[in-house]
C-alpha cells in the first residue's frame, strides 16, 4: 500500500495511469446501475446526437450508448482478465518448469510449445469463430485466448530462469547449502516479478485487441455487449457513413484510454519494483 | 600431522563427449597436497593449469564434465574424517559455508542485484543457523563491525557500492558463519592496486582472528608473496613445487618456479624481465615425461621419458624435478 502510495505521490506516468483505470472502473461499476438490461434493444429512441438525456447519444438499435459502453468495458475487461489469468498463470508454471528441470524434460516442454508457437494466432481465432458460428460466448473466448497465450510467454519466462540460474549468485547461493526453494523465493522472485507484471498488462492489451478484432470481424457472440462488438453494431448500421459518430467515438476513445491507463502502470510499476532504475531516479532528482 | 584437507594422488579430468568424439582435459594429474590447520596455503601457476579446478576439488563441488578419475580427496574438522568424494550431497552442504566457505572470483555478480546486502547476509546465515531476521542482522553488523567495514553496507544494494567494496563484503559474506577452511579464488583480480592491498589485508586479518585456513589461487606473485605461509606451484595439472614462501621467492629450485620469480621486478634491478620462453602445453595431450621439458632451459634426456617425482628437500620443501632428484642421487653417500 505504501508503494502504491509514494508511486501515486511522486510518479506521474504512474498517477495519470491509475486516474483512468480508477475511472474505468468507476464506468464499469456503474453497469450495475444502469436503468436497462446489457441485451435489451429499442428502448430508447434510435440513432439520437449526444444531448442531456442520452449524454452518448443513442445506437441505431435503440441503446442508450452511455450505459450501453459501461457493460461493453465490464465485459471486455472480464474477457481479458480471464484470459490473462489463464494463460499466464499456466505460462509461468510451464516456463519456469521448463527451465529449471532443464534436459530431457526441457526439450519434450519445448519442442510441444515450439509446435503451438508456430501456428498464428489471429488465423486460427478466426478459423474458429467461424466455425462455431458465433456460438463461441464470452467465457469461451476467454479461455480459448488464454489457451493460445501460454506458448510464447512461456519462452519468455523460461529464458528469464535460464538467464537467472547461469548468474553467479546463483552458483553462490546453491553453494552455500541454500534449498533449490529458497533461491527460486528469494533469489529470483525479485527479478522475476516485475517482469511478469509488465509481461501480464501486455498480455491483458493483447487479449483486449484480440477480443476486439474478433467482433469487429462479427466472429463472436454479438448479442452481449463489449467494445468489440459495439463497433461492429455501429459498423453495421454504417455509422460512419451517416455521420453518427458518437456510435463509434465511445468504445474507441473508451479501449484507448485503458490501453494507455494499463501500459502506464505497468511501465512505472516495473521501473519501481527493479531497485536499479529506482535508485537511478532517485540519483537524478537529487 | 594436523591437516584439515588433504587430496592424495589426485587426478580430477574434465572429459565431454559428444558426436562420438571423447576430450579428455588432464586439468589434474596426480596431485597431492595437504592443508595444514590454520595456515595460508598459495596455489600460483600460469593460466590453464589447473588452479581453478584443483580449488573446485578442494570445496568438493565436483560437477561434469570434472569428474574425479583417481585418488582420495579429505577433511579432517576436529576428530571426524570425511572423505569429499563419498560424501553425500546434503552432507557436504551442510559443511559449506560453515566449515568449508568459498570466496568467489570477481566478486560483480556475486552478490544479488536486487536485493539488499543485509538480504543476502540473512539467505546466507539462516541457512545454517536457526536465526530470525533481527539476530541474522545483528550477527551480520557485528561481523562487519569486527572487519571495520560500515554496518550501513546492510541496507543497500551490491551496485551502489564500489569495486572494492563489494569485494570486502563478498569477503564478510565468505566467512561471517567462521568456517575452518577458506577457499578463495583470485580475491584481487580485477581490483585496481590500492584496493588490492586492502582486501589483501583483510583476508589476513579474518584469517588471523578466526583462526581460519585460507587457501587462495591467484596468479599475482605479489599477492602470494604478501600472505601465503607456503606457496604451491602448479604447471600443467602437475603440483611442481611446493614450500614455505621465503624458500619459494629465495632459492626456488624447479626451472618453472626460477623462472616465475626472476620475471618479478625488483627496486633495485632495472634490467629488463624475461618471459618464459614457449607457452604452456594444452591438458589434452601433454608432452610426456616432465610436462616443463620442452620449455626447460636445463632439459635432460630422462625429462622426456619419465616423470619426476615430488623430491622431498627437507624442511617441507617439495620439488619434482631430475636436476634436484638426480642431484641428489649422484651425491655419494
Known sequence: MKILRDLFKHHLAFRAGAVIVLLVFLLVSLSFFSPYEATERRVVPKNQAPSLNHILGTT????????????????????????????????????????????????????????FIVIPRLPLLILI??????????????????FLDIFWPSKRYRSQILSLREREFTYTAVFSGMNTFNIILKEHFPFFIPYLLADAVSGFLWAIGMEITLAILGLCDLTRPTIGTMIYWGNYYQALLSQRLWVLAAPVIGSIFIVVAF???????????????RLKRLGASQ | MSFLAEAKDLRAYYITRSYGVERTVKAIDDISIQIK????????????CGKSTLLKVLLGAIDPPLRIVGGTMQYRFGEDYYDVLSMSVDDLKKKRWSQISYIPQGSMHVLNPVRKIGNTFHDFIVTHRDLDKQETGKMARNYLGRLGLSAEVMNVYPH?????????????????LSPKLVLADEPTTALDVLVQRGVVQLLKEVQQREGSTLVLVSHDMGVHANLADRIAILYA??????????????????????????????LDDKSDRTSIPGRPPTLENPPKGCRFHPRCPHALEVCGQKVPPLTDLGNGHQTACFLVSE???????
Open chain 2, 237 to 266: 595439472g602437475k603440483l611442481v613445487e611446493i614450500a614455505k614462501t621465503e624458500r619459494i621467492f629465495n632459492s626456488p629450485t624447479h626451472p618453472y618456479t626460477q623462472y616465475l620469480i626472476e620475471s618479478l621486478p625488483r
Open chain 2, 327 to 333: 642431484v641428489d642421487n649422484s651425491e655419494p653417500g
Open chain 2, 37 to 48: 590447520e590454520g595456515e595460508i596455503l598459495s596455489i600460483a601457476g600460469e593460466s590453464g
Open chain 1, 263 to 277: 501500459y502506464l502502470i505497468s511501465t512505472s510499476l516495473s521501473e519501481y519494483l527493479d531497485p536499479r532504475t
Open chain 2, 160 to 176: 551502489q557500492l564500489s569495486g572494492g567494496m563489494r569485494q570486502r563484503v563478498t569477503i564478510a559474506l565468505a566467512t561471517v
Open chain 1, 129 to 146: 469463430s467461424v466455425i462455431v458460428k458465433g456460438g463461441l460466448n464470452l467465457w469461451g473466448l476467454a479461455l480459448l485466448l488464454g
Open chain 1, 60 to 115: 441505431a438499435l435503440g441503446q442508450d450508448v452511455f450505459w450501453l459502453l459501461t457493460f461493453a468495458i465490464r465485459n471486455s475487461l472480464m474477457v481479458a482478465g480471464l484470459a490473462v489469468l489463464i494463460g499466464r498463470s499456466i505460462a509461468v508454471l510451464l516456463g519456469s518448469f521448463s527451465g529449471y528441470m532443464g534436459g530431457g524434460v526441457d526439450k519434450v516442454l519445448q519442442s510441444i510449445v515450439d509446435s
